[in-house]
Nanobody, 123 residues
């Protein structure tokens, strides 16, 4: 069992930055591909970014490529999402996710979800 707890969301003006963190419980954190997803009001949950088990590889949605950076620290069981040059369309609830299968480029079915953290970007 893995529990994921996100933090770091909030309100920021367009062009600003936010950093999200996701702390994971359990001893098997390094065995999971970790990712971030988001869901805007009235829209489907969508993939944002993923990082491989050993942090050797990352993958991003086209909409955030060049602006967001995903990273992980297996020593402290935490995955991060640094978000720069934020746009109003980035407004959403951001979810941390863990998958035992797949790679950063092809994340498998999500085994565990965090509770989500709200990110609001004002224009």
């Amino acid at each position: 069992q893995v529990q994921l707890v996100e933090s770091g969301g909030g309100l920021v003006q367009a062009g600003g930055s936010l950093s999200l963190s996701c702390a994971a419980s359990g001893r098997t954190f390094s065995s999971y591909v970790m990712g971030w997803f988001r869901q805007a009001p009235g829209k489907e949950r969508e993939f944002v970014a993923a990082v491989s088990r050993g942090w050797g590889s990352t993958y991003y949605a086209d909409s955030v490529k060049g602006r967001f950076t995903i990273s992980r620290d297996n020593a402290v069981n935490t995955v991060y999402l640094q978000m720069n040059s934020l746009k109003p369309e980035d407004t959403a609830v951001y979810y941390c996710a863990a998958a035992q299968r797949g790679t950063a480029q092809a994340m498998g079915a999500v085994d565990y979800w965090g509770q989500g953290t709200q990110v609001t970007v004002s224009s």
